[in-house]
């Protein structure tokens, strides 16, 4: 599978955290895929267009998805990384839009969106999760240095190509997204100014400077849907020479 999303960690009883990826199949099969322990993660970690290789417990969805299947943790590794232009083919032979998702039955697709507006909602939540994370320890006895954002990442937008799009508000689960914010916070001297550079990047740099899509996702207990993934790639023709990635900025 072509890793195109890494979902925000998880809390599980057994595996402390866990990870849930999506992408595409060699065959072109939108996949979702887990349990990915964050600790196996964090020794050969993994990043958006790498393809990966694993063994799935049986070929049947395991949560009522129909593009959802467990793996062997043990059995996954990490394959060679494509590149932006590779990565767009791929995007565009799988492009839809959120009334056809729906229609079709399906809990992942991709999607280009016309981004209007990006804002925050404070999230009780969230806040408690994080509480949780921080009181728990691993299996050596050492804390869990994990953080929720207490905001949500919301976009506005429209799905471009679709006639009949009312226009959504949709939270966003993108993992980069969330780490960005977090050092946002943590640089900045007051939430405002923290999410005024997210905004900046998130919404205003994506919109310019890169070929933004989203994947979407629906969770499992209500069939919401989620942005659970920002892809990015170069524009075809970028107008100057290193655009910054998330990780840059």
């Known amino acids: 599978m072509l890793v195109l999303c890494q979902a925000y960690p998880t809390i599980s009883s057994k595996y402390e955290?866990?990870?849930?990826?999506?992408?595409?199949?060699?065959?072109?099969?939108?996949?979702?895929?887990?349990?990915?322990?964050?600790?196996?993660?964090?020794?050969d970690p993994i990043s958006k267009r790498n393809w990966i290789e694993y063994?799935?417990?049986?070929?049947?969805?395991?949560?009522?998805?129909?593009?959802?299947?467990?793996?062997?943790?043990?059995?996954?590794?990490?394959?060679?990384?494509?590149?932006?232009?590779?990565?767009?083919?791929?995007?565009?032979?799988?492009?839809?839009?959120?009334?056809e998702l729906r229609e079709e039955g399906n809990s992942l697709g991709m999607i280009k969106p016309t981004v209007?507006?990006?804002?925050?909602?404070?999230?009780?939540?969230?806040?408690?999760?994080?509480?949780?994370?921080?009181?728990?320890?691993?299996?050596?006895?050492?804390?869990?240095?994990?953080?929720?954002p207490p905001y949500l990442i919301k976009y506005r937008f429209s799905c471009s190509g679709s006639d009949d799009c009312p226009g959504h508000h949709i939270m966003c689960e993108d993992w980069e997204a969330?780490?960005?914010?977090?050092?946002?916070?943590?640089?900045?001297p007051s939430v405002e100014i923290a999410h005024e550079k997210v905004k900046k990047k998130l919404f205003e740099w994506m919109s310019k400077e890169r070929d933004l899509y989203f994947m979407m996702g629906t969770d499992a207990r209500f069939g919401k849907w989620l942005i659970i993934s920002l892809l990015y790639p170069r524009l075809p023709n970028p107008k100057s020479g290193h655009l910054m990635t998330l990780d840059d900025y």
């Open 178 to 188: 969330i780490s960005l914010y977090r050092k946002m916070c943590t640089r900045s």
């Open 55 to 99: 063994e799935i417990k049986d070929d049947h969805s395991s949560d009522g998805r129909k593009e959802s299947r467990k793996i062997v943790p043990s059995t996954l590794s990490v394959g060679e990384k494509v590149g932006h232009e590779e990565l767009r083919e791929l995007i565009l032979n799988n492009l839809s839009n959120l009334e």
């Open 17 to 43: 955290l866990l990870i849930c990826m999506a992408g595409i199949t060699e065959e072109g099969a939108m996949r979702r895929i887990y349990p990915v322990p964050f600790i196996n993660w964090q020794k």
């Open 116 to 148: 209007t507006d990006l804002d925050f909602e404070w999230k009780e939540a969230r806040q408690k999760k994080s509480d949780i994370i921080s009181k728990q320890r691993t299996l050596d006895g050492d804390r869990i240095n994990f953080y929720y």
